[in-house]
């Protein structure tokens, strides 16, 4: 073809940095924070949080945000809200006119951009006071950045709604956070947004987080660029330790970093998800200074890091749970991929790899172990004394 017309084609490629979302997991464990609240109540947490949001997504105008909340029964969306529980009845509408139901299909989720009280043109300083300031908004709200209102106001009433549909017996009975199925829920919101914005874009779905090779950092970046935030103030639970490795592994094939910023007690789980996804652990000893971490740790998005120097992890915990007593042990015995805490010895313990069972023994087991070993030693005596004889 250029033959033809004697002019050079060329294709052109975009020079703009490639959007980012930004998955956060707030821990919003009642008991956990209650340790905190002199030095950093929840209420003061969300605010520099929403802060941190706010310069993610002034950053760049493609940039993405969610807000997962890790509670002490449940994991729950924050932002964006799923539409079905704007809904009556398991049935919603969805932009356009559409109806979905809930059951068996993906629950359409909404960023408060389709509200039904939102405008439907573009406001102009034409308007009446009224369709400029809707009822119920200040004026400090009115001059707002749009996105930085709509992120705000959902976040606030969800976790309000959250914490009021809590009962206390779940508070007052448990210290535990579902951390295992909220990185579950961002990783699913992560797959399905890369495939949205592939589509989007009329390319293939990048699967690998933007780049070929997760050690080549020469490599531009293409594609939606994802990373998870955990901001946990619970300790560990060994009962998750299956589920949340399942989950660092998910997120170390698609090259997802998953960033930890530990605020109150130690764990030991986040920090091997942290050093398996190459993100970034804290544990910063001033839990006030959270906007400030969170600004200068935690603002850059993988591009960015290349640049950068990013703290790093000197000493890492990788200790497990056994299965037995759901508790981190520092050694056990290795059988098919599981650690038991107590190591089984000679035929007691053959028997109880055998057995399959999980834990201690039973003791009619024991029994037989030591049945069969005295069995073995006199017939090994009877063997030594009859060669003797015949010598």
Same mark, same amino acid.
């Given at each position: 073809?250029?033959?033809?017309?004697?002019?050079?084609?060329?294709?052109?490629?975009?020079?703009?940095?490639?959007?980012?979302?930004?998955?956060?997991?707030?821990?919003?464990?009642?008991?956990?924070?209650?340790?905190?609240?002199?030095?950093?109540?929840?209420?003061?947490?969300?605010?520099?949080?929403?802060?941190?949001?706010?310069?993610?997504?002034?950053?760049?105008?493609?940039?993405?945000?969610?807000?997962?909340?890790?509670?002490?029964?449940?994991?729950?969306?924050?932002?964006?809200?799923?539409?079905?529980?704007?809904?009556?009845?398991?049935?919603?509408?969805?932009?356009?006119?559409?109806?979905?139901?809930?059951?068996?299909?993906?629950?359409?989720?909404?960023?408060?951009?389709?509200?039904?009280?939102?405008?439907?043109?573009?406001?102009?300083?034409?308007?009446?006071?009224?369709?400029?300031?809707?009822?119920?908004?200040?004026?400090?709200?009115?001059?707002?950045?749009?996105?930085?209102?709509?992120?705000?106001?959902?976040?606030?009433?969800?976790?309000?709604?959250?914490?009021?549909?809590?009962?206390?017996?779940?508070?007052?009975?448990?210290?535990?956070?579902?951390?295992?199925?909220?990185?579950?829920?961002?990783?699913?919101?992560?797959?399905?947004?890369?495939?949205?914005?592939?589509?989007?874009?009329?390319?293939?779905?990048?699967?690998?987080?933007?780049?070929?090779?997760?050690?080549?950092?020469?490599?531009?970046?293409?594609?939606?660029?994802?990373?998870?935030?955990?901001?946990?103030?619970?300790?560990?639970?060994?009962?998750?330790?299956?589920?949340?490795?399942?989950?660092?592994?998910?997120?170390?094939?698609?090259?997802?970093?998953?960033?930890?910023?530990?605020?109150?007690?130690?764990?030991?789980?986040?920090?091997?998800?942290?050093?398996?996804?190459?993100?970034?652990?804290?544990?910063?000893?001033?839990?006030?200074?959270?906007?400030?971490?969170?600004?200068?740790?935690?603002?850059?998005?993988?591009?960015?890091?290349?640049?950068?120097?990013?703290?790093?992890?000197?000493?890492?915990?990788?200790?497990?749970?056994?299965?037995?007593?759901?508790?981190?042990?520092?050694?056990?015995?290795?059988?098919?991929?599981?650690?038991?805490?107590?190591?089984?010895?000679?035929?007691?313990?053959?028997?109880?790899?055998?057995?399959?069972?999980?834990?201690? +023994?039973? &003791?009619?087991? @024991? *029994? =037989? #172990? /030591? %049945? $069969? !070993?005295?069995?073995?030693?006199? +017939?090994? &005596?009877?063997? @030594? *004394? =009859? #060669? /003797? %004889? $015949? !010598?």
């Amino acid at each position: 073809m250029n033959a033809v017309d004697g002019s050079e084609h060329y294709e052109r490629q975009s020079e703009e940095p490639p959007p980012s979302l930004l998955t956060i997991i707030v821990d919003t464990n009642p008991r956990a924070w209650s340790a905190l609240s002199e030095t950093l109540p929840l209420s003061t947490a969300i605010a520099n949080i929403l802060v941190f949001i706010n310069a993610h997504l002034a950053i760049n105008y493609a940039n993405q945000v969610a807000v997962l909340a890790s509670h002490s029964q449940t994991a729950q969306w924050l932002y964006p809200t799923p539409s079905s529980s704007r809904s009556n009845g398991g049935r919603h509408k969805v932009p356009g006119g559409a109806h979905v139901t809930s059951n068996g299909e993906d629950i359409e989720m909404m960023d408060g951009s389709h509200d039904t009280d939102t405008p439907s043109r573009p406001v102009t300083s034409s308007d009446s006071p009224s369709r400029i300031t809707p009822p119920g908004v200040t004026a400090d709200d009115a001059n707002k950045y749009r996105p930085f209102r709509l992120v705000e106001d959902e976040v606030m009433q969800n976790l309000r709604n959250l914490m009021d549909t809590t009962p206390d017996s779940a508070i007052a009975h448990t210290n535990s956070t579902m951390m295992a199925g909220a990185l579950t829920r961002a990783l699913t919101y992560i797959n399905k947004q890369t495939l949205l914005y592939a589509e989007s874009i009329g390319g293939a779905p990048n699967l690998t987080n933007g780049t070929s090779d997760a050690k080549d950092d020469a490599v531009p970046a293409t594609g939606l660029q994802s990373r998870i935030l955990i901001i946990s103030v619970s300790p560990d639970l060994a009962f998750q330790y299956i589920p949340i490795m399942n989950c660092i592994f998910a997120a170390q094939r698609k090259r997802i970093p998953i960033d930890v910023l530990k605020l109150h007690t130690s764990t030991t789980f986040l920090q091997q998800a942290s050093d398996a996804t190459r993100g970034i652990y804290l544990a910063p000893t001033s839990p006030h200074g959270l906007l400030q971490y969170l600004m200068m740790a935690y603002l850059p998005d993988q591009t960015a890091r290349r640049h950068l120097v990013v703290p790093t992890q000197v000493n890492v915990d990788f200790r497990a749970a056994c299965f037995c007593h759901k508790r981190v042990v520092d050694t056990g015995t290795h059988l098919k991929l599981g650690q038991y805490g107590d190591k089984p010895v000679g035929l007691l313990g053959a028997a109880h790899h055998v057995l399959g069972r999980v834990g201690r +023994a039973p &003791v009619e087991v @024991q *029994v =037989q #172990a /030591q %049945v $069969q !070993a005295q069995v073995q030693v006199q +017939a090994q &005596v009877q063997v @030594q *004394v =009859q #060669a /003797q %004889v $015949q !010598a």
